[in-house]
């Protein structure tokens, strides 16, 4: 994903598109660190509001919650999510019924899990990388 860019001092996971990350925040890893644990922080909160607006069957909430949820990848440069919410929201707009959206649901559900996951490790290593600079 990162095109063949990486930063020299700290080897990012795969799924992360380094060469956008580095665009936004160079090598500044002590910033990069604060970015990944606030997002982590405020996935929780986000993925819970979208599978209570799931159950419910809140096509309008489920659409607001997924939007507001989907620059958090991108701060992280998990791009591929991020266009899987983009990809959902338009599934969102084109539902008449909540039974329409299970599948896409179901997939999004499970790559914003691993996503979380990609994420908290990587804040982690974050973590650990900065005590020794």
Request: net charge negative.
């Amino acid at each position: 994903m990162d095109g063949g860019f990486s930063c020299e001092k700290y080897k990012f996971n795969d799924k992360i598109d380094v060469r956008f990350l580095h665009s936004l925040y160079e090598e500044d890893y002590p910033y990069i660190e604060e970015v990944f644990g606030t997002t982590l922080k405020e996935l929780t909160n986000s993925q819970l509001q979208v599978d209570e607006a799931f159950i419910a069957g809140d096509i309008a909430g489920l659409k607001k919650y997924v939007h507001k949820i989907k620059p958090s990848f991108g701060f992280v440069g998990l791009m591929e999510t991020q266009e899987m919410c983009r990809n959902f929201e338009d599934a969102c707009l084109a539902a008449t019924t909540p039974d329409q959206l299970s599948i896409p649901y179901q997939q999004l559900k499970s790559l914003m899990e691993d996503s979380r996951k990609v994420i908290e490790t990587e804040y982690k290593k974050l973590k650990h990388f900065n005590k020794g600079i």
